[in-house]
């Protein structure tokens, strides 16, 4: 096993010995080395674009018989006085409250306080309270409070 061993010590160091040896100052492979000078971009494209010949103005743009790119292309019809009909942006809940069904949302109870300003406590499925006024906004479909 030793000498096994010894065997590939004595090879390896053979082998960096041979490869140590100088058989040219090297000056060779600095010169391949070196960077060369970039080419400009005008003479990299001298034979993909045309030189401009100086003739003026080689496209005119005659809009006859063309549609007019900023009119829509569908025309929207009215029916009767009231005009088109807009549609309803998509509701966005804002708060907790807006997020929850009607149907699953109970009047608990309404607090009068000074001034006539009437508060009502609204309780969900789950039995969370919810202290609103007139004004606030409450189900998934976008319902508001107008009077209490």
């Given at each position: 096993m030793r000498s096994?061993?010894?065997?590939f010590i004595f090879i390896g160091l053979a082998l960096c010995l041979v490869s140590c040896t100088k058989k040219g100052d090297g000056k060779g492979k600095a010169a391949?080395?070196?960077?060369?000078?970039?080419m400009?971009?005008?003479s990299m494209l001298e034979g993909i674009i045309p030189?401009?010949?100086?003739?003026?103005?080689?496209?005119?743009y005659h809009p006859e018989n063309l549609r007019d790119p900023?009119?829509?292309?569908?025309?929207?019809?009215?029916?009767?006085?009231?005009?088109?009909?807009?549609?309803?942006?998509?509701?966005?809940?804002?708060?907790p409250l807006q997020r929850i069904p009607l149907e699953s949302l109970k009047l608990t109870g309404i607090v009068?306080?000074?001034?006539?300003?009437?508060?009502?406590?609204?309780q969900d499925e789950k039995g969370k309270g919810y202290y609103i006024g007139a004004g606030a906004y409450i189900g998934?479909?976008?319902g508001r409070i107008t009077s209490i």
């Open positions: 096994i061993w010894k065997t391949e080395s070196q960077i060369k000078p970039a400009s971009l005008s030189k401009d010949s100086g003739g003026g103005v080689k496209f005119a900023f009119k829509p292309f569908v025309k929207i019809e009215t029916k009767g006085k009231g005009g088109a009909k807009l549609i309803p942006k998509a509701f966005e809940a804002k708060s009068w306080a000074a001034g006539n300003k009437g508060k009502a406590l609204i998934d479909k976008g």
